[in-house]
């Protein structure tokens, strides 16, 4: 497998991070390590691998969330994710929703931390591919450090090495999982302090990165930083991060040229073309003309016949494309 780099990552969000939208982000930075939505074990063992797995080449590094309880089941799924070329395997031990609550998985899972460790060690027999954990700081009002130093020493020593931390607590009751992500405060230091008190974990940060330059003052205490909302609605913001973590001889590429891009990749997918324009909305977020974009790239008219080259047609008069950098 080659060495991948976790500085930079984009969440696993749902409804948001499928194929297409994970090769919209591949554009914009070469290194990040994109994650799928979360695909939950029942889903895998009884339901269409191909439909849930399925990625392009180009997406490499791609990490794979799994949702679930059961050491055994977590296992078959890894497995199957290992078969289909994934270059990581993810708990998800940070959803607040009911539905996960209900599969007895997700956040409440902090609150069992031996069960954890079951898990991220049925996984880590089943493949030789690196098993990380994303997780919350705690759960409904357990505030205390001490809480979430505990549950991440009890999985590392069932071996897992990296730990994705969403700076809030998950309230599972009361709170929607929208406001999860926004209303319980963040707790950046408590992060930090998680670092400090195992450097030989990577800890990865999360929640509430809204800049460039919010996530390098991260990247000073922590390993990495992922970007969830902020990635997919200021998306030229990898492109700034891969330029500034991953110098290259070559600039990033302009924001026409990724959408040029795009458009050509709409052309070849056998599916509707508003699946992959419904994610490129906020590539021009902040700049001259992106009202106008954002219209043209959701707009029905437009967007019935699933025709990529009307869609150009449409857009020209607020883009100068530059397709050489395509």
Not at 44 to 51: F, K, N, Q, S, T
Not at 306 to 321: I, K, S, T
Request: proline share 6%.
């Amino acid at each position: 497998m080659t060495p991948f780099s976790r500085q930079l990552c984009t969440a696993p969000m749902m409804d948001w991070s499928d194929r297409h939208c994970r090769y919209y982000f591949r554009q914009l930075s070469p290194h990040a390590l994109v994650y799928t939505e979360m695909v939950t074990t029942g889903a895998l063992i009884h339901g269409d691998v191909a439909r849930h797995l399925d990625f392009s080449p180009e997406e490499h590094p791609i990490g794979l969330q799994l949702g679930g309880s059961e050491p055994a089941d977590l296992a078959r799924a890894a497995r199957l994710g290992a078969q289909r070329g994934f270059d990581e395997i993810n708990l998800n031990c940070g959803c607040p929703s009911e539905r996960v609550q209900r599969g007895a998985f997700g956040a409440c899972l902090m609150a069992e931390p031996e069960l954890v460790a079951d898990c991220v060690k049925a996984m880590c027999d089943a493949v030789s591919l690196p098993v990380t954990v994303k997780h919350r700081l705690g759960v409904d009002d357990i505030q205390h450090y001490e809480f979430v130093r505990d549950f991440v020493g009890t999985v590392a020593l069932a071996g897992c090495r990296t730990f994705i931390v969403h700076a809030r607590n998950a309230i599972l009751k009361g709170l929607s999982p929208k406001d999860n992500r926004s209303v319980p405060p963040l707790r950046y230091d408590d992060v930090y302090r998680l670092k400090r008190d195992f450097p030989a974990l990577q800890i990865i940060i999360n929640g509430g990165i809204e800049s460039a330059r919010q996530a390098h003052l991260h990247l000073e205490q922590v390993d990495g930083v992922m970007l969830g909302r902020t990635a997919y609605h200021h998306s030229y913001v990898l492109a700034e991060l891969e330029a500034q973590l991953f110098p290259a001889d070559t600039p990033p590429p302009s924001r026409a040229a990724v959408l040029t891009h795009m458009l050509h990749y709409a052309k070849r997918q056998q599916t509707p073309i508003r699946g992959v324009t419904r994610h490129l909305l906020g590539l021009f977020h902040g700049q001259p003309g992106a009202r106008e974009i954002r219209r043209v790239l959701s707009d029905h008219q437009v967007l019935k016949h699933n025709d990529v080259a009307a869609l150009r047609r449409a857009l020209d008069p607020w883009l100068e494309l530059d397709v050489s950098a395509v």
